[in-house]
């Protein structure tokens, strides 16, 4: 038997209900030698009354010293009728431990203090082979409902710990999975708005730089400008909306891109200024709704990359691939000579959100500088079945 502390803490109604059975178990051992104790032995009533008193004292402290508490108060019902109900609460209390290696040697000093009583009893002539079979039957009632007692509080203490723990593990899933989202969002707002502010800060570099622009060329960059900002405002006001937690206080989520909106990034980077040409070798229509998306921000942070730190040159958009062999995507564009764009600070991050998102979706990114001088991002991901 494990050593755990299951006993409860007793209310005061349980604290009353129990005295009240002591003393119904103390009046009924009592009453058959009370007569004789009056009339024959007025010493034997004073001990007898005042063991008893002290028996229903002592049993206050059973839960700290039981087995301690049980023995007394069990070798006190040999001469005292009115410790019959203390002992009896003591000897249930310590049952419901159950360790036999206290139950059996209180519940043998029990029987020899039933037997010294009903020797010493006078006024029962009830014969032994009755009132044996009697006291072992109460022992064992009482040990029994002990162990009872012990057993359904260890059940109840399992049942509480289990629903705490599953509580626990419960608080501890919607935790991770609110992380895992808002790392998801986060992801989401780096691919929607980095692309976009990239536009924002080329165009006006070029309103800086360029001197020879004529009214209508800066009216066109400028309102360029202004769509692009306005919509980085609408998408940053959509994700943080799904950020806030009171239900029904989020914003509902945008339409997630797929691959079918492929010609539509490079058609609005291409309108942006940038130099793009695209291979492709298969139906973006046939893409999986997950694949496409990861597929898209491949190609949006490739544009994006490129067009930060080499807003002049060519950038090539190669597609390849299928459902036996998965999809290869490359994204190339050959260095910048001189500074970068000025205004765009480099932080890295794309990159390594793009890693963990091609790797959650089991595939897998790598980027590089070739021997050409060429900056490459390439990614493979592989096709669901």
């Not at 063991?51 to 059973?62: I, N, P, Y």
């Not at 419960?170 to 708005?193: F, G, P």
């Not at 298969?282 to 942070?301: A, S």
Request: glycine residues 8%.
């Amino acid at each position: 038997m494990q050593d755990i502390d299951y006993q409860p803490r007793l209310s005061r109604w349980s604290q009353v209900w129990r005295l009240g059975v002591v003393i119904v178990i103390s009046g009924f051992a009592w009453a058959p030698m009370a007569e004789y104790q009056w009339k024959h032995n007025h010493v034997w009533l004073a001990i007898d009354l005042s063991v008893g008193a002290a028996s229903l004292v002592l049993v206050w402290w059973r839960r700290r010293f039981p087995v301690a508490v049980a023995l007394i108060t069990a070798m006190a019902s040999a001469v005292s009728g009115t410790a019959a109900g203390p002992a009896t609460l003591a000897l249930v209390s310590m049952a419901t431990r159950r360790r036999w290696r206290e139950i059996l040697p209180v519940t043998v000093v029990t029987f020899a203090s039933a037997i010294v009583m009903e020797w010493l009893n006078k006024g029962n002539n009830d014969p032994a082979f009755i009132t044996g079979p009697v006291i072992v039957a109460a022992i064992a009632v009482t040990v029994g409902w002990g162990l009872y007692i012990g057993s359904r509080r260890e059940l109840l203490k399992t049942l509480r710990e289990r629903a705490d723990s599953a509580e626990a593990d419960q608080v501890a899933r919607a935790t991770q999975a609110r992380t895992n989202e808002r790392a998801r969002i986060a992801r989401e707002m780096h691919d929607v708005l980095a692309h976009r502010i990239s536009l924002v800060t080329m165009h006006a570099g070029a309103l800086t730089f360029r001197r020879d622009l004529d009214a209508e060329q800066m009216r066109d960059t400028a309102a360029i400008i202004q769509e692009n900002s306005h919509q980085a405002l609408v998408e940053l006001r959509a994700v943080l909306g799904i950020l806030r937690e009171e239900p029904g206080d989020a914003a509902p989520e945008l339409p997630q891109p797929s691959a079918e909106d492929l010609p539509d990034l490079i058609l609005e980077a291409g309108r942006s200024g940038m130099r793009i040409e695209t291979e492709r070798g298969f139906v973006l229509d046939d893409v999986p709704e997950m694949l496409g998306r990861t597929l898209y921000r491949v190609v949006q942070e490739g544009l994006t990359n490129a067009r930060k730190h080499a807003p002049d040159t060519r950038v090539t958009v190669n597609l390849d691939g299928g459902p036996a062999d998965g999809l290869t995507v490359e994204v190339r564009n050959p260095l910048r000579i001189g500074s970068a764009m000025t205004g765009a600070p480099a932080s890295g991050l794309g990159l390594i959100g793009l890693t963990e998102r091609t790797t959650l979706a089991g595939g897998r990114m790598s980027h590089l500088v070739s021997a050409d001088r060429e900056f490459v991002l390439r990614a493979w991901l592989p096709w669901p079945s």
